[in-house]
């Protein structure tokens, strides 16, 4: 049996789609706390809020 690899998957925070299968994503640090946020290139096109699931910090 081969060992699993287990692989960081950054979902998007507004619409929780991969978002490494998406074009100009984002990685970032919640202004407010620090924890990680991803944002998918779909959801800053269209500039839809982004909730940070620590803190509940929401901007845009
Ligand atoms: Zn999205
Ligand atoms: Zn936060």
């Given amino acids: ?5 287990v692989e960081e998957k950054n979902f998007c925070s507004s619409c929780d789609r991969d978002i490494a ?6 990685l970032f640090n919640c202004p407010n706390c620090g924890s990680k946020i991803s944002r ?6 269209r500039g839809v809020t982004y909730t940070c699931r620590v803190c509940g910090f929401v901007g845009p």
């Fill in 40 to 45: 998918c290139g779909n959801c800053r096109g």
């Fill in 1 to 5: 049996m081969a060992e699993a690899v």
């Fill in 21 to 26: 299968i998406i074009t100009d994503s984002v």
